[in-house]
């Protein structure tokens, strides 16, 4: 199985500043890497699929990078209600997620 | 607009079964594989597997299913634009949220998600 990391594990930030979270694939993915959003009690939402296309209705604060195996998801200008876990996913050779970033308020 | 509605939560004993459904609307069912992902408390998203809304073919994830020696199955009622998932012979462990999602047009994504099921194993 392709192993996906994210780092960090958390993350604290403030409203308006701006966020990279990075993922990093045990193997090559081309850029098959998606990036969701997860809310307490709430399904994950997409937000960025091919690892830079940004899924509709998704606000362009957000932003992803990468091929290979580094990959970045940037959140421009952090807003309050962009305070969620993010996870990574490779859709590469089947599906693994990464273990996910808590961003949270400082 | 696309819907995936789940069951609602469940409360079962240690050996029993469940079958979580997973109701589709606004797209042609039979046209976009559905997936499976399961999120036990405080764990990462993993994924269980897919079928093929079109003629059923399923693919499980080999860790997964090794994990669960082989309790999973998934199956699908077009006619309803209904997918399902099974697990038997449930154990405290598989307590979690389970979630379908529709597998995207392009890459592999996931573009929209029911809102997840609660097993909840206890005697």
């Known amino acids: 199985d392709i192993q996906m990391t994210q780092s960090p594990s958390s993350l604290s930030a403030s409203v308006g500043d701006r966020v990279t979270i990075t993922c990093r694939a045990s193997q090559t993915i081309s850029t098959y890497l998606n990036w969701y959003q997860q809310k307490p009690g709430k399904a994950p939402n997409l937000l960025i699929y091919a690892a830079s296309t940004l899924q509709s209705g998704v606000p362009s604060r957000f932003s992803g990078s990468g091929s290979g195996t580094d990959f970045t998801l940037t959140i421009s200008s952090l807003q309050p209600e962009d305070f969620a876990t993010y996870y990574c996913q490779q859709s590469y050779s089947y599906y693994t997620f990464g273990q996910g970033t808590k961003l949270e308020i400082k | 607009q696309v819907q995936l509605v789940q069951s609602g939560a469940e409360v079962k004993k240690p050996g029993a079964s469940v079958k979580v459904s997973c109701k589709a609307s606004g797209y042609i069912f039979t046209r976009y594989t559905i997936h499976w992902v399961r999120q036990a408390p405080g764990q990462r998203l993993e994924w269980m597997g897919w079928i093929n809304s079109g003629n059923g073919d399923t693919k499980y994830s080999q860790s997964f299913q090794g994990r669960v020696q082989g309790r999973v199955t998934l199956t699908r009622d077009t006619s309803a634009s209904t997918a399902y998932m099974e697990v038997r012979s449930l154990r405290p462990e598989d307590t979690a949220v389970y979630y379908c999602?529709?597998?995207?047009?392009?890459?592999?994504?996931?573009?929209?998600w029911g809102q997840g099921t609660l097993v909840t194993v206890s005697s």
């Open positions: 999602a529709k597998e995207g047009q392009f890459t592999g994504d996931f573009d929209y």
